[in-house]
């Protein structure tokens, strides 16, 4: 059983930084597509960044130059440096990830694991 823990989550000011890491346990098939995407209060769900088995990354262009997706050598745990945020990054940010070529072919909020979130604040 796949299982994901966020963290890092907190309340910065724009401009300020944060680093949000996700614990995986259970996920170690060859195949995998893993990353993060955030939903904001009366807003649509919208992928952030994702790491695919073969090591592309793919950043949303919002947060391109801006972000920075990473894993750990042993790959069950998965990074997303912010930098230079803004109030637009304001939202719940979850950790996603699945093994079924299927499921990694669309969006990553469309994947079978997700985390329970943790929530990024920017304020002006």
């Known amino acids: 059983q796949v299982q994901l823990v966020e963290s890092g989550g907190g309340s910065v000011q724009v401009g300020g930084s944060l680093r949000l890491s996700c614990a995986a346990s259970?996920?170690?098939?060859?195949?995998?597509?893993m990353g993060w995407f955030r939903q904001a209060p009366g807003k649509e769900r919208e992928g952030v960044a994702r790491?695919?088995?073969?090591?592309?990354?793919t950043y949303a262009d919002l947060v391109k130059d801006r972000f920075t997706i990473s894993q750990d050598n042993a790959k069950n745990t998965l990074h997303l440096q912010m930098n230079n945020l803004k109030p637009e990054d304001t939202a719940m940010y979850y950790c996603?990830?699945?093994?079924?070529?299927?499921?990694?072919?669309?969006?990553?909020?469309?994947?079978?694991?997700w985390g329970l979130g943790t929530q990024v604040t920017v304020s002006s």
């Open positions: 259970g996920a170690s098939d060859s195949y995998y597509c």
């Open positions: 790491i695919d088995w073969d090591g592309r990354k």
């Open positions: 996603a990830f699945d093994f079924s070529v299927n499921f990694c072919r669309g969006p990553l909020y469309n994947t079978r694991w």
